[in-house]
Structure formats: structure tokens, C-alpha cells
């Protein structure tokens, strides 16, 4: 039903999630794209209902995604759907992410924060009963994970956004190791083979490509790769299993994106890594490798 009117949606569970890009330079290509949207979901509302099943209109969020500049020039005021009228909002939540309208992540990272340091607070209370493995059991649980979750959205974030998840893994260190607030917090972070937030998310970006090349991740994020095809006559190792890195105009957000901070990213790595036979082999190479890039060893 979806693919007669959009070409992209996502489906978890019972969310659906359905997106339309248009250039909001003109009041038509406007007018198209909200049209597309009330179509669409019109159809969906009559599949269901023919298959006794109800969408629940008031639960419908409709959020308009742009820079500064570009949503300045959009007069959407609202979408129906159904009996209901929609009127966009600030933000919204998908699977745990809180989006805003323009994709800073500033409401979600001040959620994470929020949510980490809460649970730090209780593993502190408790610190003096358990050991440093059973410590570090409960902070991966409680805390990294929420650092970790999904952040491959958080590449080419301003430092200041980084430097709060960053408070947070420091904090999280200085309750494993039992340290000091004010103590120099490098050698801790060494000391536990912690990758700081910046390199987690390099991380997780070249975990999804490694896993995208080797047909384990969905078509939605292979089809954004494209192997570069190397002269046969080139027999230099490091020229071997690259990707094209797409040309882009826009750094606030085209940088950001998948498309072109996998393929980027990717071909700085040393081929041994990129050649890696096996996920358990690549991660434990590609970690290594950016410890010492982040730690200057």
C-alpha cells in the first residue's frame, strides 16, 4: 500500500514510520509532497479497515526535518488524518531516539545524560559491596549502553555535545576504578581499554558497514554502499575493498549521513582491518586500532 505513493517506510513492531523528502523552495512541491503523505495514509486507514483493524488518528505525529534556512520557507501547517487534523511538532520518538527538527539530537543527548548519571548516582551507593568486574557489569548495563545505543546518529556532532557524553563516560570510569573527581581521567580510561565517545561512534559506523559488505545488515543501508572498482593492473593491498565516497554539498547534514561517512571512514582504514574474515576479528582490529588513534599510543 505504501510503495504506490512513497518509496520510503520503516515497520517495527506496530510503528510504522513513513518520511517524504521535497524542496521547499515552492509552494507546489510542497503542496505535492503533503499530498503524497494524505494519500498515502488514507489508503493505509482503508487497507486496515477492510482487514478490521484500526489506525488510532489522535496517536498520528507528523514532524517537518530541515535546516534553519529551509524551514523558513515551508507553510505546512497541518495534516489530516482521518477525522483528525495533525499539526507538526518539535520533536518526536522513534525506537528510543528523540528526533528535533533540525536533527541536533540536542533533547535526546540531554535525555541519555539525564538517564545515565541517574543510574551512576545508584551504583555509587552500592560501589563499597561489590568488586571492580561486578561494578563494570552494572555500568556497561546501565550506562554505556545508553551512550552506545543507536549512536551512530552522533557522527560530526559538535565537540560540546560530545563533551557531555563524554562526562558521562568519565564518570562512569572514576565510579569502576574508584577514583577521585579530580583525578587526571586519561590513564582510567586507558587503564579499562574504554574507547571515548568520539571513536565509539566510528566505531559503530564501521561495524555497520563490515556487516553491511558481508550481506549482514538490511537493503536499506547496503544499497547506500558502493564498492570502487580498482584497476586489475593495481596491485597495491590498501587500494583493495574501498568504497566510493559520494560528493556532498551540504556538510551540516550530507556529512552526517550513512552514505557518506561509512565510505569515508572506511577507506582510512588499513586494509588488514577492511580484509577482516570474520566480524569477531574485525571488531577486535578495528578497536585496537582506534585506541591508539585516540590514545596517541
Known amino acids: 500500500v505504501i510503495d504506490k505513493h512513497l518509496p520510503n517506510a520503516h515497520t517495527y513492531a506496530d510503528d510504522t514510520l513513513i518520511y517524504h523528502s521535497f524542496r521547499p523552495d515552492t509552494s507546489l512541491s510542497q503542496d505535492a509532497a503533503l499530498k503524497s503523505i494524505e494519500n498515502c ?3 493505509i ?8 483493524l484500526l489506525i488510532n488518528d489522535s ?3 507528523f514532524i517537518i526535518i530541515g535546516s534553519k534556512q529551509q524551514m523558513s520557507k515551508i507553510n505546512i ?9 495533525i499539526e507538526p511538532v518539535e520533536v518526536v520518538q522513534s525506537l528510543g531516539m528523540w528526533f528535533d527538527s533540525h536533527m541536533s539530537m540536542d533533547i535526546h543527548i540531554g535525555k541519555v545524560c539525564s538517564k545515565a548519571f541517574r543510574s551512576l548516582y545508584n551504583i555509587r551507593q552500592i560501589r563499597k559491596f561489590l568488586s571492580e568486574d561486578t561494578t ?10 545508553h551512550l552506545d545505543y543507536c549512536n551512530s546518529l552522533f557522527y560530526c556532532f559538535p565537540q560540546s ?8 563516560l568519565n564518570a562512569a570510569a572514576r565510579v569502576v576504578c574508584l577514583i577521585p573527581k579530580f583525578d587526571h581521567i586519561t590513564p582510567v580510561l586507558i587503564g579499562l581499554h574504554w574507547l571515548p565517545v568520539r571513536y565509539r561512534v566510528i566505531f559503530k559506523i564501521l561495524l555497520l558497514v ?8 538490511p537493503p536499506y543501508i ?24 559520494p560528493k556532498t554539498m551540504r556538510k551540516t547534514f550530507d556529512d552526517r549521513a550513512f552514505a557518506k561517512a561509512g565510505p569515508f571512514l572506511w577507506n582510512e582504514l588499513p586494509a588488514d582491518i577492511r580484509e577482516a574474515s570474520t566480524v569477531e576479528t574485525f571488531k577486535s582490529r578495528l578497536k585496537t586500532f582506534l585506541f591508539r588513534k585516540a590514545f596517541y599510543l
Open 41 to 43: 495514509v488514507a489508503d
Open 45 to 52: 486507514r482503508a487497507w486496515m479497515l477492510s482487514n478490521r
Open 59 to 61: 496517536k498520528t505525529e
Open 77 to 85: 501547517n497541518e495534516i489530516t488524518v482521518g477525522k483528525s487534523t
Open 136 to 145: 563494570k557489569i552494572f555500568v556497561h548495563a546501565f550506562v554505556t549502553s
Open 161 to 168: 555535545q560530545y563533551d557531555r557524553l563524554q562526562r558521562v
Open 210 to 217: 563490515y556487516k553491511a559488505l558481508h550481506a549482514n545488515a
Open 222 to 245: 547496503s544499497d547506500l554502499l558502493t564498492p570502487k572498482h580498482i584497476g586489475c593492473y593495481s596491485h597495491r593491498s590498501n587500494e583493495h575493498n574501498l568504497l566510493i565516497v
